[in-house]
C-alpha cells in the first residue's frame, strides 16, 4: 500500500518542508511514500496509490480529486485543522473518506499566541519602543493581566488551553461555545463563567480581552458584527487566531479607526496573504501576523504523528479518526477553526 503526500511545490517554505520532514520522520519505513510532484499532470501520479496526506488542504484541485476517485483512493488525510477551503462535497461525492487534524493538536501554539498579544497591548510594547529611541526611562506605565476580564468565544481545546493560561495570570474568565461548555472544563480556573450562543452579548460586554477560537461556518460568519463590535467596551482588545471572516471586517477597521475598541490582535485576513498597503497594518493600535499562530514546530510534530497513526489505521482495517462531519457515517470532525496550521 503506497501513500502520496501533497505538499511540497517548488516555492514551498519552511513550515511546508518542516510539515513534511516531520511526516517523513514519523512514517519512517512503515509504510512507502512519494512526493507529489506539481509540475506533473494528476493522471501520471495517483496510479497505484491507495491514500493521500495534503498538508493543509489548499491544494487539492478538482480535477485532482476526480483523478484519485477514478484510481479508487478511499482515503484523503488533510494536515491541518480548518476545512471551509477544501471542497468537502466533492470528497463526498466521489466517495473519498477526508479527515482533517483538529484544534487540540495546535491548541498549544494557538493559546500562547493569544497570550502574547494580551501581553503586547498591556505592557504598551510600541510605546516602549518610542521611551527608548527617545532614552526616557520608566515610561510608559503598563498594566497587568492579573484581575482583568478574559472572553473566549468558543471554547475547544484551544480556547481551554488559553483559559488555563490566563487563569494562572489572575484572569477572570467568561467562556462560550454554541452548546454551554461542560463544567468539568473550567475545573482549576479562577473566577469563571460558562455560556452558550445565547451569552454572546454579555460575553462582548464584559471582555477587556476577547479571544475568538470558533470555526467558520454558516453559523460563526459575522459571529462579530458591527453590532457586537459596539456592544465591546472602548478598552476592549479583540483577538482573532481563527478565520478572518469570523468578524465583519470592514466593521473592525471603522471601530480602530475610531478608536470604538482599543485594538486587535490578527493572526488571519479575509484575503491572504494580505495586501501590505491594507488599512489593518498601518494601524498602531492593531498586531498583526502573517498567519502563523498555529505555525510551530510542536503543532508540525503532532500533526504529523497524528496523520501517520490515521493512515496506519486505515492500513491495518481500522476506522480512521477526525472524519469529516457531513460525510455519511463519519464522525465529527474537529471544533477548533484556525485553519490549515
Avoid at 74 to 99: K, N, P
Wanted: charged residues 25%; hydrophobic residues 40%; aromatic residues 8%.
Amino acid at each position: 500500500m503506497s501513500v502520496l503526500y501533497i505538499g511540497l511545490p517548488a516555492s514551498a517554505g519552511d513550515w511546508l518542508q518542516i510539515g513534511y520532514q516531520d511526516f517523513a520522520a514519523s512514517l519512517g519505513d512503515q509504510l512507502p511514500h512519494r512526493i507529489y510532484d506539481f509540475d506533473r499532470s494528476p493522471e501520471e501520479q495517483f496510479g497505484g496509490v491507495e491514500m493521500v496526506v495534503e498538508a493543509g488542504g489548499s491544494f487539492a484541485t478538482s480535477a485532482m480529486i476526480d483523478v484519485a476517485s477514478r484510481n479508487g483512493i478511499r482515503f484523503w488525510q488533510i494536515v491541518g485543522t480548518g476545512i471551509d477551503h477544501v471542497d468537502v462535497a466533492r470528497f463526498h461525492d466521489r466517495g473519498i473518506r477526508l479527515a482533517n487534524l483538529p484544534g487540540l493538536f495546535s491548541s498549544v501554539a494557538l493559546a500562547e499566541h493569544a497570550f502574547f498579544g494580551m501581553l503586547f497591548f498591556a505592557r504598551l510594547y510600541r510605546n516602549t519602543q518610542r521611551a527608548l529611541q527617545s532614552r526616557i526611562l520608566c515610561d510608559p506605565v503598563g498594566e497587568e493581566l492579573n484581575g482583568k476580564n478574559l472572553s473566549i468565544i468558543g471554547f475547544g481545546a484551544s480556547g481551554r488551553e488559553l483559559a488555563r493560561r490566563a487563569s494562572a495570570f489572575g484572569m477572570r474568565i467568561f467562556a462560550m461555545d454554541l452548546e454551554r461548555p461542560a463544567p468539568e472544563t473550567l475545573e482549576g480556573l479562577t473566577e469563571s463563567f460558562a455560556g452558550a450562543r445565547e451569552d454572546l452579548d454579555f460575553l462582548l460586554e464584559k471582555g477587556d480581552y476577547i479571544s475568538l477560537h470558533v470555526p467558520l461556518n454558516s453559523s460563526t460568519r459575522h459571529l462579530i458584527d458591527r453590532e457586537g463590535l459596539a456592544r465591546m467596551k472602548p478598552t476592549t482588545v479583540l483577538i482573532n487566531v481563527a478565520r478572518s471572516e469570523v468578524v465583519e471586517e470592514k466593521a473592525l477597521v471603522d471601530a480602530l479607526q475610531r478608536r470604538a475598541i482599543r485594538g486587535a490582535v490578527l493572526d488571519v485576513f479575509s484575503e491572504e496573504p494580505v495586501d501590505p498597503g491594507h488599512p489593518l497594518l498601518r494601524m498602531e493600535n492593531v498586531l498583526a501576523t502573517p498567519h502563523t499562530a498555529g505555525v510551530t514546530s510542536g503543532t508540525s510534530r503532532r500533526r504529523a504523528a497524528a496523520a501517520v497513526e490515521n493512515i496506519l489505521r486505515v492500513y491495518n482495517g481500522q476506522e480512521p479518526l477526525y472524519l469529516v462531519n457531513g460525510l455519511p457515517g463519519m464522525a465529527a470532525a474537529g471544533r477548533e477553526g484556525n485553519g490549515s496550521r
